[in-house]
């Protein structure tokens, strides 16, 4: 089992900063990929960012992409999300995941993510 809790979230006025923090528990946190996915009121979960066991690949999906810069720092088991230029249609509950790497899997994909936290909600006003 993996415990993940999400932290850093709140309200934020467009064109500011949030960073994100994720902390993991419990197995090996340098064996997981970490994903962050939000997800918006009446809309489906959708990816965010995700960084290989490593550290050394990431993936960003197209909206988020040369705003938001996903890290971990696998001595202190967090993942961090470091949200700039942040725009309105960002708000969301931001959750963090945990995957073990599989073969041809994609770190995009939510179903190959193992372990989730409990979410951490991000309003951005206008």
């Known amino acids: 089992q993996v415990q993940l809790v999400e932290s850093g979230g709140g309200l934020v006025q467009a064109g500011g900063s949030l960073r994100l923090s994720c902390a993991a528990s419990?197995?090996?946190?340098?064996?997981?990929?970490m994903g962050w996915f939000r997800q918006a009121p009446g809309k489906e979960r959708e990816f965010v960012a995700a960084?290989?066991?490593?550290?050394?690949?990431?993936s960003y999906a197209d909206s988020v992409k040369d705003r938001f810069t996903i890290s971990r720092d696998n001595a202190k088991n967090t993942v961090y999300l470091q949200m700039n230029s942040l725009k309105p249609e960002d708000t969301a509950v931001y959750y963090c995941?945990?995957?073990?790497?599989?073969?041809?899997?994609?770190?995009?994909?939510?179903?190959?993510?193992?372990?989730w936290g409990q979410g951490t909600q991000v309003t951005v006003s206008s």
């Open positions: 419990g197995r090996t946190f340098s064996n997981y990929n």
């Open positions: 995941a945990a995957g073990l790497p599989r073969l041809g899997a994609t770190m995009r994909y939510k179903a190959n993510y193992d372990y």
């Open positions: 960084i290989k066991w490593s550290g050394g690949s990431s």
